[in-house]
């Protein structure tokens, strides 16, 4: 059987680590993710929900059922840990699918990135999301691979 696949690719030129104290970047809210129909596999996240543990921060990544041919929309939250905060400087993506990071307190944020399904089935979202947490003496940038399959009538 196949279902139709969703996938966002990814792409982003390596930023400099930006400091706490620097003006905040700009950010590309240009979509583009295409569709590839492809096998069901065995290995696919769980329909609605994804989770990944990090080092001071967790990601939890969630979707509701969608209608082919309408909008979606998956939704990042990002959650920092012990003293590390959001990096209010950094520009948070999740390369190339249209999307937009609003901080929600010191602590977390949360991303929503829009995309278009073809076909009834099941779209896998996926791509790279690019992070930075700070604390009083560090900034790390992270990198996580995400994928969410959406269930979609």
Do not use: W
Request: aromatic letters at 6%.
């Amino acid at each position: 059987m196949r279902t139709t696949v969703l996938t966002v690719l990814v792409a982003l030129v390596v930023s400099p680590v930006l400091g706490c104290d620097r003006a905040p970047a700009r950010r590309d809210p240009t979509p583009a993710a295409s569709s590839v129909a492809a096998p069901a596999s065995a290995a696919a996240p769980a329909p609605g929900k994804s989770h990944v543990d990090g080092k001071n921060f967790t990601i939890d990544v969630s979707a509701t059922p969608c209608k082919a041919g309408q909008e979606c929309a998956m939704t990042i939250k990002l959650v920092t840990a012990a003293e590390f905060h959001v990096n209010k400087e950094y520009p948070y993506k999740f390369t190339r699918a249209a999307g937009d990071f609003v901080e929600q307190g010191e602590k977390s944020g949360t991303m929503t990135v829009r995309f278009k399904p073809d076909t009834a089935g099941e779209a896998k979202v996926g791509g790279r999301y690019k992070l930075s947490v700070c604390s009083a003496d560090q900034c790390q940038i992270e990198e996580e691979n995400l994928e969410m399959a959406v269930p979609v009538m």
